[in-house]
T-cell receptor
Framework: NAGVMQNPRHLVRRRGQEARLRCSPV?????VYWYRQLPEEGLKFMVY????????ESGMPKERFSAEFPKEGPSILRIQQVVRGDSAAYFC?????????????FGPGTRLTVL | GENVEQHPSTLSVQEGDSAVIKCTYS??????FPWYKQELGKRPQLIID?????GEKKDQRIAVTLNKTAKHFSLHITETQPEDSAVYFC?????????????FGKGTLLTVNP
């Protein structure tokens, strides 16, 4: 039973470059969430997706950030023209479909460093 | 939206002592409250959760209590061990609506001294 997979685990980008973070949910899970964790802070919700749909992106910065969860393949969090303030750990979580099941399983995270 | 406050931010105890971490939430519609443990450089892992239809839940050395009226919930760890040292996060969630997101507290760094 593979858990949530994320890659890469570490990503270094220079200012202005693009960062692509990938997340493969637990098999059978149709709900994917992205959270950002700044140093010594809690996790902040960014976006919630189901297959081919963005359900809630209220935590996403309005510019440069986008997310998708295609019919086939992993969910992608894309950050264009990265800035130093984007340096953080980005965690993906997944949960199975249907209420009232709520537990979210977290991946190991991608640590993004912007030089 | 929901706002979760967590205290204390750091907690140091002697091995064998108990540790208590407290959280308050603002949205009375929240009805699911998980606690996650995160070791340094690792993923958050669920250790216990409670739903709003119960007031207390226990799993071996870990227990969680919920006071819906006061909108606060607490994590209790008894007979602490060095391997309990980690950052603990509380969270709140409204599973009845269309919003599935978890709102996290800022975390408590627990250090258990041998």
């Amino acid at each position: 039973n593979a858990g949530v997979m994320q890659n890469p685990r570490h990503l270094v980008r220079r200012r202005g470059q693009e960062a692509r973070l990938r997340c493969s949910p637990v098999k059978g899970h149709s709900h994917v969430y992205w959270y950002r964790q700044l140093p010594e802070e809690g996790l902040k919700f960014m976006v919630y997706l189901q297959k081919e749909n963005i359900i809630d992106e209220s935590g996403m910065p309005k510019e440069r950030f986008s997310a998708e969860f295609p019919k086939e393949g992993p969910s992608i969090l894309r950050i264009q023209q990265v800035v130093r303030g984007d340096s953080a750990a980005y965690f993906c979580a997944s949960s199975p479909p249907g209420l009232p099941y709520n537990e979210q399983f977290f991946g190991p995270g991608t640590r993004l460093t912007v030089l | 939206g929901e706002n979760v406050e967590q205290h204390p931010s750091t907690l140091s105890v002697q091995e064998g002592d108990s540790a208590v971490i407290k959280c308050t939430y603002s949205d009375s519609a929240s009805n699911y409250f998980p606690w996650y443990k995160q070791e340094l450089g690792k993923r958050p892992q669920l250790i216990i959760d409670i739903r709003s239809n119960v007031g207390e839940k226990k799993d071996q050395r870990i227990a969680v209590t919920l006071n819906k009226t006061a909108k606060h919930f607490s994590l209790h760890i008894t007979e602490t061990q060095p391997e309990d040292s980690a950052v603990y996060f509380c969270a709140a969630h409204n599973s009845g609506g269309s919003n599935y997101k978890l709102t996290f507290g800022k975390g408590t760094l627990l250090t258990v001294n041998p």
